[in-house]
């Protein structure tokens, strides 16, 4: 079939269904516009976790006069207590997995704690003591964090040992369960563009059944006839697509970059070329599943 | 050309097969009539020529094609070798008269070059060159019934099937078709033509075949519409 007809076809059938075709594209628009902002909150995770998880430590706590009586029944830790500790770091069995580690003593913490909280009331209370001694222990693999858990939690004089990925952790959670919930959102959205569409090709093909019974006895092949009703649901689909990247690369260019970049200035957001990685995914998945789903409606509409 | 060995077609709900042991032969260039009451099978028959339906039992070979085993892929360019036309016209209302006829050549993907020559000569062919520009509603039931056999013959068929063509025209007016479909037959084109008109076959004296609840009751070389006429 001549493309210049199969085009008059399309657009006519586009024409009498406008108000279809315009709930496809909102429909389509909006679903893809959580499914874009679900993958970019997923890159947004991935950047961070590769950010942080890098610079995460492990902190091995030394108990202090004022840590808990049940992990420190003795109290400040004592110099025996660090050696112990500082001789395990440097043993055969951890090396191997520590990059470096240092001590921060009393004044350190304080100092480090009157700098991070400076102009807060707290800053003005605590006392050098009230803070824990500290070794910090950068890993070559942070996942590995396992192993100087294990090996120092329960020890005498050493009050906790942390992984500072554990804070990090519950940031990502709460992104991820965001993350979910687009997608949730997205899928249900999804749901009913496919039905929008099948039911639009099927109205669509309705309101054209005297030409396609025409065509199926003149002959016209299978693809030939059908093809004009996926473009119909394709070209709906491709407008909501288009719709939805302009939104999701929209957000990350006002919002993102625009707000929350120059709010948090140390944080590394997720950019507009990451945005340009989401937008051929959302045309991707906007054209093949109007094309699934009219072409599964008008089949089923065209029995030979 | 079609040939019907031992054809059986029953429609669910039915318990009477609406075809019962049908063999029917034509050959090429035959102008055959499909008589009989309504619900004796003529229509079926019909569907069966045009693979719109399968038997549940037996062959239909048209063409050359064996239609029972014939891929539904395939279906649609058997079709292109026959042409069809209906008692109710079946034109889109909203295209001209030659856009009509050219629309059966679009769609099979003619060129428009092709299109352009062949649909004139074809209006030409049935009268209606002067009307080329109208709409089917503008015309009469005769004039409508010319532009779809215009329609079915653009392509030049080997094989026209006609159910009822006559069926919604008044007697001077089925005459024209008539003799329409008799030079479409004299260039060669096999015709099977399903009616009730007992004046039409009467006055033809062509062959026909009458059928009575799904079977072949007469095969006359040359007859009319009833036994006795």
């Known amino acids: 079939m001549r493309f210049g007809f199969m085009f008059s076809e399309v657009a006519q059938g586009l024409r009498r269904n406008i108000a279809m075709v315009i709930s496809i594209i909102l429909v389509t628009f909006i679903s893809l516009t959580f499914v874009g902002t679900a993958s970019l909150l997923q890159l947004q995770i991935g950047q961070m976790k590769n950010y942080w998880y890098d610079k995460a430590q492990v902190a091995i706590y030394l108990c202090t006069d004022v840590s808990p009586e049940a992990t420190c029944p003795r109290g400040e830790a004592s110099e025996d207590v660090k050696t112990e500790v500082q001789e395990r770091l440097d043993s055969p069995t951890l090396t191997p997995f520590i990059e470096e580690y240092y001590f921060e003593d009393h004044d350190q913490a304080y100092a480090n704690f009157q700098e991070q909280f400076s102009g807060n009331a707290v800053a003005q209370y605590v006392r050098a003591e009230q803070l824990n001694e500290t070794y910090w222990v950068n890993l070559f693999d942070p996942n590995q964090s396992q192993i100087i858990t294990e090996s120092f939690t329960g020890l005498a004089g050493v009050e906790e040992v942390r992984d500072q990925r554990s804070y990090l952790d519950q940031i990502f959670n709460i992104l991820n369960i965001a993350s979910l919930a687009a997608i949730t959102i997205a899928s249900l959205m999804l749901v009913s563009s496919v039905l929008l569409i099948s039911t639009t090709i099927r109205l669509s093909a309705f309101s054209r059944r005297r030409e396609l019974g025409i065509m199926r006895l003149v002959g016209a092949s299978n693809f030939s006839i059908q093809l004009p009703f996926i473009l119909e649901g394709v070209v709906a689909a491709f407008l909501g697509s288009v719709l939805a990247a302009g939104a999701v690369l929209g957000l990350v260019a006002f919002f993102v970059q625009g707000f929350l970049a120059e709010r948090l200035p140390f944080t590394s957001f997720v950019s507009i070329s990451d945005g340009m990685l989401v937008v051929p995914l959302l045309i991707a998945a906007g054209v093949v599943l109007a094309a699934v789903a009219s072409g599964l409606a008008i089949r089923r509409y065209l029995k030979i | ?229």
């Open chain 2, 1 to 229: 050309m079609i040939s019907l060995q031992n054809v059986t077609k029953k429609y669910k709900g039915t318990p009477r097969p609406a075809l019962d042991q049908v063999s029917l032969e034509i050959e090429k260039g035959d102008f055959v009539f499909l008589v009989g009451a309504s619900g004796s099978g003529k229509s079926s028959l019909m569907r069966l020529m045009l693979r719109e339906d399968i038997p549940n039992s037996g062959s239909v070979h048209v063409l050359g094609e064996n239609l029972v085993g014939l891929p539904a892929r395939r279906v649609p360019f058997f079709r292109r070798k026959l042409g069809v036309v209906f008692q109710d016209f079946r034109l889109l209302p909203n295209k001209t008269v030659a856009q009509n006829v050219a629309f059966s050549l679009e769609v099979i993907g003619k060129s428009q070059g092709f299109i352009q020559e062949a649909v004139p000569d074809v209006l030409g062919l049935v009268g209606l060159a002067e009307k080329a520009d109208r709409l089917p509603s503008e015309l009469s039931g005769g004039e409508q019934q010319r532009v779809a056999l215009a329609r079915a013959i653009v392509n030049k068929p080997a094989i026209l099937l006609a159910d009822e063509p006559t069926g919604n025209l008044d007697p001077t007016t089925s005459e024209g078709i008539m003799a329409l479909l008799h030079s479409i037959n004299l260039a060669g084109t096999t015709v099977v033509m399903a009616t009730h008109d007992r004046s039409i076959v009467d006055k033809m004296q062509r062959r026909v075949v009458e059928l009575s609840q799904g079977q072949i009751i007469r095969d006359q070389a040359s007859g009319g519409y009833g036994v006795r006429s």
